[in-house]
């Protein structure tokens, strides 16, 4: 097998990037990652959804927590409360470390690209971690409260705000990754994967990027997503919360249908689980195979167990 | 009593400052801080000597160690080596708070003395600790194998290349700080103390700046200076080796000679240990009253007397 491109969020995401980095041979995977939740804060550039896969692709993560290092320390973040700092979003001690070395290799002049490769090599990981850009996009939620930066919704208001939609400022100006579009004009590529992150504020930055997703639609290879909805819940995080305030059926259907509408004759195949089952016929009649299997990533054989279903399907493609 | 100004270093001015806003009122303390051996790393501003202070009058201090806080940990530091960072100079995980909020508040506008000035306070510190001037001034040391930025000198290589002498890029230009010409020129000042510092790195920057040492001079306020080489050797630090290497005799006569020449007719009083005592009476008679007393700072005891001491010295001057 050549090469598999996964596009993906943060911590859902990360659970099938690490079992297809597993069930790949070292160096085939590659993963494009949204950058569109990066901000700064506190002088430093911090790419949360980059970091997820860092930390999770070299066995680094807080399985327990669900995000970030696993045996970190927070002595930090209680020094600076004690200070009267900003405490709100979260940095553990060694997490640190990671913000330092890209902030610090950033202002040297390194691009968003570079520093990634270089923190994945460092941390031993074999895949290849893309930023969707090296260009600044940032994701503003439109709420009822207003329009909040992604990092205060998400972590600063945990999601409260009852969301109207959302924008991309800088999205029209950025460049893709020029390793994404090597891989799309590539030979070598097997297959294109979507993974079950939340699709209007982690998959949408991506696709939506000038050219990105017709250049997916145009590709010979496959283009197969995971829904990030399971039995009308979000495994992690507020996709699901949001399509209710968009108005939105709470359904991977739904998702479905809103892949299409935003990326037409884009998608070769739809993995939901098979909690949703029923729904296959009726999704797979709008136009795309829709397949159900377990979805739901505890453990690294759940990881890997999805990844060869998503592989599977897309040889069959 | 008004108001007591010290000028201080690092680690050592730290203790006799401790001492001294024991043994003052509430408020009473002035200390302006050498920023000389101030510096950016890994994207933070770091101000070794004003730290020292914030710790040791906030009680956060490393007695053990001799700098930095107590409790302290590395997790962050440990996780950048990991990832192959700089780690020759040690930040502890709670002192990256101190470092973050500054390095932020900077960015965001604030004057090196503002941020100074939060910082003392947010730690529960009533003196009034003030950086030597809000303009960059930075310590070079010339030595045997070229130039070397202070902090590359001072941690990096550990004080090991000899030195031929020092400049302070930036000291032309800089303005004092506002606090420091308001108080020299007030009638509640006291006097003035010149803590058991460097001479060469921590004390001349701030007597250098432009006027400085001059107005000292012409104040009324006694300017008494406490030796920081007691029977021939440094307590700290590498300023009895940096004598040695300047081709100048390690005694306290010698830094007593070193301010005369650099900064005549601005000493009133001079303060050296018990164990060099016999030197006072050559001393003195080079025209700065020169006086014996206990200098080793070990407990808070020890600091408090050698602060009654300094100010007894300076009633009676």
Request: net charge negative; proline share 6%; glycine share 8%.
């Amino acid at each position: 097998m050549g090469s598999v491109l996964a596009l993906s969020g943060g911590v859902g995401g990360a659970k099938l990037c690490t079992g297809l980095a597993a069930e790949l041979a070292p160096g085939a995977l590659h993963v494009v990652v949204n950058t569109a939740d990066d901000f700064e804060h506190l002088g430093l550039y911090i790419s949360p959804d980059t970091d997820s896969l860092l930390y999770a692709l070299s066995g680094r993560n807080s399985e327990s927590r669900g995000w970030g290092l696993s045996g970190e320390t927070w002595q930090a973040m209680d020094a600076l409360a004690q200070l009267g700092g900003e405490t709100w979003f979260r940095l553990g001690d060694r997490d640190l470390a990671t913000h330092l070395f890209r902030t610090e290799a950033l202002t040297a002049g390194m691009s968003l690209s570079e520093v990634t490769s270089l923190l994945a090599r460092r941390l031993g990981i074999a895949s290849h971690l893309h930023p969707m850009s090296d260009d600044p996009v940032r994701t503003v939620v439109h709420s009822v409260e207003g329009d909040l930066p992604f990092q205060r919704y998400f972590v600063g208001r945990q999601c409260e705000p009852p969301v109207t939609g959302f924008s991309f400022e800088g999205l029209d100006a950025a460049v893709p990754n020029g390793a994404l579009l090597e891989l799309l004009e590539s030979d070598d590529l097997d297959c294109i994967l979507i993974c079950p992150s939340n699709p209007f504020v982690s998959i949408d930055p991506i696709l939506l990027l000038p050219g990105v997703w017709q250049r997916l639609r145009d590709c010979p290879a496959p283009v197969i997503a995971v829904s990030p909805i399971v039995a009308g819940v979000a495994i992690k995080g507020p996709a699901a919360k949001m399509m209710a305030e968009l108005g939105m059926p709470v359904s991977a259907a739904a998702v479905l249908a809103h892949y299409q509408s935003a990326c037409p004759d884009m998608l070769t195949g739809f993995v939901i689980d098979l909690s949703d089952a029923t729904l296959a016929p009726e999704m797979t009649a709008t136009g795309v195979k829709t397949v159900a299997t377990a979805t739901l990533m505890k453990t690294l054989d759940d990881k890997r167990a999805l990844a060869r279903f998503c592989l599977d399907l897309a040889r069959q493609s």
